[in-house]
Structures are given as structure tokens and as C-alpha cells.
């Protein structure tokens, strides 16, 4: 357990580190640049998630077979064969993702966003930005990826704090001191993600075994199979996740629409807990899944999930509890926690069951099964395209925020119902009862009884409600106490 202790640790610094550059800069990004030119870092961030579908499941296949590679004895020539073979797609699949937006910056900025005040002109700018971020940053999904498999997550998150940090900083100085402009805004975005990718390159090659180096298209067929599954899945699933922001981009207001990317950026900050916990143990399924050692895999799927839980359940109802208070700490607007609040309740409850799903789901990709995942989305997107729809005309942001609740709670549920009939059998009460049950009850009493003692307008309390929330759910999660973080009772 001391490389997951190890990378966990990693994981939850180097999260910690970069939300907080995130959260702590965000309203100052908005105070300088306006609320609507902020609506475009939507599109942005909506693209990042969307331009996941052209990975083809190789993102994933790399993570997999470093972490397989690693297991066993292998060959150097396969670590660096592996690496190079999906760095020539990964690289050209980048180029692509930045010429279509480049080509597409016109007719989105005519035709598909409502602004009030925004120049045509600037949106346009905006966008071809967008474009040149998103493929100068793609390639380092795919080192990252190699990284995760080696276990060297450590060198991963050294990367993303010291990047995370001079992206904050060196924004709020170029916008303060240079240009308060979005066109300011995404030049610097793209400087800071060709850092990324140069640097993330450097240590995964850094890492590999010393040898030559050639594109093999035998790998690309062996990984066909799986790759293909991931790629269903991620198709679908990035649909599903975007989906709103889509929709809303066509519907609401630009300046709305920047008020609820807003609300989802808080809801988003919760993978920033789930994501990393994802990043250890998906190669480490994956090891346990080759060697097969069943009973080791079963216990440490049970370790994984109290830690998702005692982490997630406690943060996420924290937020949806007291979610004003929260947002006019952060924000100091007054107009902030009126138009953002409710989305917030929301939008972090359908994240919750998301992040609950994710590491069934992680587990059911190390076994090499996709093809539960990619039936259930391809279900969900036939469901909400019309529902989505049909909900944020009717009734705006919020309708289509109820729509992401009802849709990951029906993943969640069908998913672990199915699973635990193939994999890890007889398992499903215990992760019921144990895993997320007892975390989310003591985190409700905490909270409600927090919700009720606490002053109107009291903010000092509200790091002790937390803690003692955060506390209480590692108390009644020993698997992960005694395994993962080393406290025993």
C-alpha cells in the first residue's frame, strides 16, 4: 500500500494546490474580463470535455498497459514502442482538434452564442484562441496517461501545481497589467498548456527504458478491442456530461450562460477529489487484475470506495448545504448567490452520483468490460437530448440542472446493480451498506444538525462543520482509514 499511500498523497496536494489557484483567481478573472467574456471560458471548457471523444480510447489503453507492462517483465521496447506509436496519434489527433475550431470560430460566433455586448469580432478571436489551447494542451492527456500507469504520480501533480501556479499568477498579472481582454486571457492559457504538454512529455520519456523507438501497428490492433469500448463510452458519456452546456449555450443568454458555468465550475470541483482517487487505482486494478489476485482486488475495491465516499459525500453535501454562505464568502457579490445558488444545489448533487459511480465503473474497465458503461450512456443520451431540451426551454438553467440529477442517479443505480452481478459477486450489500450508506447518514446527521444551530450570517463556523461532517464519515469508513490513510481506530 505505500505507492498508493505515496501517490494518493501526491494526488490530494497536487488537487488541493491547483483548485485552490482556481478558486482563488476565478472571481478576479471575472471581475476583470466580465461576466459575459467568461461565458466564452465556458465554451472552452465545454470543448476540453467534448474534444475527449476523438482519444479513441487511447488515453485509457495507455494507462492500462503501462500499468500491465509494469507488472510482469517485459521488454523496454515495448514501454517506448507503446509510447511512440500513440504519440504520432495523439499529436495529429491534437492538430485536428485545433484546425476544425480555427475553421469553425466564424460560424459559431455569428450563429450559435448570444451576446449582448460582446463583439462579434472579439467571440471570434475567442474562439480560434480556443482552438489553439485545445490542441497545443491535447498531447498531454496521453503522458499523463503513460505517467498514471508507471505510478508516477508524484511527477504528475509536480507538474500541474507549477503550471496551475504560473497560470494563476501570470493571469491575473497580464490582466491586470497588460490587457483585460479575453483575446489576453486565452494567449496565456495556450503559453501555460504548451508548458504542460512539454514538460509532461519530457518525464514520461524520461521514465521509460532506455532502448529505440518506432511506430507499431500491431499495437493499434492488439489495443482495438478495448480502445474501441473506452471510445463508445467516452463518445457518449462526454455527450451526456456536456450536454447541458450545449444546450444552454443555444438557449440562454451569454451572460446567463456565464453565471451557470459558474455554478458548474463549483459543482466541477468535486472531481477534484474523485478524479485523483480514479488516478491511483485504475493501474492498480489493473496490476491486481493480472497477477490475478481476487481477493486482494476485492479488497482494495472495498478500501477505494469508503475513500471515495468519506471524501465526496462529506464535500459534496457541505456545498449543496450551505452553498449561499459559501458562494458570497468566495464571491462577495450579493448578485452572485442570487443567480447562481440554486444551480449549485443542484448541479453538485448530480456530481455527487456521478463521482459515486466512478470507480465501479474504473473497475469494469480494468476487467477489460466497457460494454455495460457505453449501453447505459447510449440509454441516458437517448433519454436526455429531449428531456434536456424540452426541461431548459421550458425552465432555464434550472430545468436542465434536474435533468443531470435524475440521469446520474439512474447510472449510478443500474450500474452497481449490474456489475456486482458479473464482477466482484456478492459484493453489492457491503458497498451499499458499508462503502457509501454509513458515510452519507453520519455526513446527513452532522450537516442538518450544522444547517440548524448555525447563526444566519455566522461564516466562522463553517470550516468546524466541514471538518466535523469530513471527520465523522473517515469514522465510520475503517476499510479506508486503516488501508488508505493509515489511521487506525
Not at 485545433?98 to 460560424?107: D, E, K
Not at 498531454?140 to 497560470?167: E, P
Not at 453520519?442 to 450537516?447: G, N, P, W
Amino acid at each position: 500500500m505505500s505507492v498508493l499511500k505515496k501517490n494518493f498523497t501526491a494526488n490530494v496536494v497536487g488537487k488541493m494546490w491547483t483548485t485552490a489557484m482556481s478558486f482563488i483567481f476565478l472571481p478576479y478573472y471575472i471581475k476583470l474580463i466580465g461576466i459575459e467574456a467568461y461565458g466564452l471560458v465556458g465554451i472552452y471548457i465545454a470543448l476540453l470535455a467534448l474534444s475527449n471523444v476523438f482519444d479513441l480510447g487511447l488515453g485509457s489503453s495507455m494507462t492500462r498497459e503501462m500499468a500491465r507492462l509494469s507488472a510482469k517483465p517485459t521488454e523496454p521496447e515495448e514501454f517506448r514502442n507503446l509510447t511512440r506509436t500513440l504519440e504520432v496519434i495523439y499529436w495529429t489527433t491534437g492538430a485536428f482538434i485545433a484546425a476544425s475550431i480555427v475553421f469553425a470560430a466564424p460560424f459559431i460566433s455569428e450563429h450559435w452564442i448570444n451576446a449582448k455586448d460582446l463583439p462579434k469580432e472579439t467571440i471570434r478571436q475567442g474562439i480560434f484562441c480556443i482552438g489553439i489551447a485545445l490542441g497545443s494542451l491535447w498531447p498531454s492527456f496521453l503522458y499523463i496517461g503513460g505517467l498514471m500507469g508507471l505510478q508516477k504520480q508524484v511527477s504528475i501533480n509536480a507538474i500541474n501545481v507549477s503550471v496551475a501556479t504560473v497560470r494563476g499568477v501570470g493571469m491575473i498579472v497580464i490582466l491586470t497589467y497588460v490587457s483585460s481582454t479575453i483575446q489576453a486571457f486565452f494567449l496565456w492559457q495556450i503559453i501555460t498548456n504548451v508548458i504542460q504538454t512539454t514538460l509532461t512529455a519530457m518525464v514520461l520519456w524520461k521514465n521509460l527504458p532506455k532502448g529505440t523507438s518506432r511506430f507499431d501497428l500491431q499495437i493499434l490492433r492488439r489495443l482495438k478491442g478495448y480502445a474501441m469500448g473506452i471510445t463508445g463510452i467516452t463518445v457518449v458519456g462526454m455527450i451526456c456530461i456536456q450536454l447541458d452546456k450545449m444546450v444552454l449555450s443555444r438557449i440562454l443568454s451569454l451572460d446567463m450562460f456565464g453565471y451557470y458555468t459558474l455554478a458548474s465550475s463549483i459543482a466541477c470541483a468535486l472531481s477534484h477529489i474523485s478524479v485523483p482517487i480514479y488516478s491511483v487505482f485504475f493501474p492498480h486494478y489493473s496490476q491486481l487484475i493480472s497477477l490475478n489476485d481476487n481477493e486482494r482486488i476485492s479488497s482494495v475495491y472495498h478500501a477505494s470506495c469508503q475513500l471515495m465516499s468519506a471524501l465526496i459525500i462529506p464535500t459534496a453535501l457541505f456545498v449543496v448545504f450551505f452553498s449561499s454562505e459559501l458562494i458570497l464568502l468566495w464571491t462577495q457579490s450579493v448578485e452572485m448567490v442570487q443567480k447562481t445558488t440554486l444551480l449549485v444545489k443542484l448541479l453538485m448533487t448530480g456530481m455527487l452520483f456521478n463521482a459515486l459511480a466512478l470507480l465501479p465503473t474504473t473497475l469494469q474497465y480494468a476487467y477489460g468490460w466497457t460494454k455495460l458503461s457505453l449501453y447505459l450512456n447510449l440509454c441516458n443520451l437517448a433519454c436526455m437530448l429531449p428531456l434536456m431540451y424540452w426541461s431548459a426551454s421550458r425552465f432555464g438553467a434550472e430545468g436542465a440542472a434536474w435533468i443531470w440529477i435524475v440521469m446520474n442517479f439512474v447510472f449510478l443505480v443500474a450500474s452497481v446493480q449490474i456489475m456486482h452481478q458479473r464482477i466482484v459477486k456478492h459484493e453489492k450489500l457491503r458497498w451499499i451498506g458499508q462503502d457509501v450508506g454509513l458515510p452519507l447518514l453520519i455526513t446527513l446527521a452532522v450537516l442538518i444538525t450544522g444547517r440548524i444551530v448555525l447563526p444566519k450570517g455566522n461564516l466562522a463556523l463553517l470550516g468546524v462543520i466541514y471538518l466535523l461532517s469530513l471527520g465523522a464519515s473517515l469514522l465510520v469508513s475503517p476499510h479506508a482509514r486503516t488501508k488508505m490513510i493509515g489511521v487506525r481506530g
